[in-house]
Nanobody
Framework: QVQLVESGGGLVQPGGSLRLSCVAS????????MAWYRQAPGKQRDLVAR???????NYADSVKGRFSISRDNAKNTVNLQMNSLKPEDTAVYYC???????????WGRGTQVTVSS
């Protein structure tokens, strides 16, 4: 079984930065992909960024050039560095692990990010 715990959310002014972290417990396979999603009130949950064990990444167009995802395989952690934050980045951010070996995904409980002056 895998558990994901996020940290690092909070309130920040427009233009500011935040760093989110997610720690995964349990066995992690080399084919497991980790990602960050976000969900704003009244909207669907959307992919923000994804990273493979090998370090390949992809980003939502809305965050390209502002957000950076990284992964420490030895520590089973994934981070999301968020710069130049905008009010429209306000959402609950969820850590996700997709496991093809288990044929399922796992979710953290989420961390709130609010961008407001």
């Amino acid at each position: 079984q895998v558990q994901l715990v996020e940290s690092g959310g909070g309130l920040v002014q427009p233009g500011g930065s935040l760093r989110l972290s997610c720690v995964a417990s349990g066995r992690i396979f080399s084919t497991d992909t980790m990602a960050w999603y976000r969900q704003a009130p009244g909207k669907q949950r959307d992919l923000v960024a994804r990273i493979t064990t090998g370090g390949s990444t992809n980003y939502a167009d809305s965050v390209k050039g502002r957000f950076s995802i990284s992964r420490d395989n030895a520590k089973n952690t994934v981070n999301l560095q968020m710069n130049s934050l905008k009010p429209e980045d306000t959402a609950v951010y969820y850590c996700n692990l997709d496991s093809p070996v288990r044929d399922r995904g796992y979710w953290g409980r989420g961390t709130q990010v609010t961008v407001s002056s």
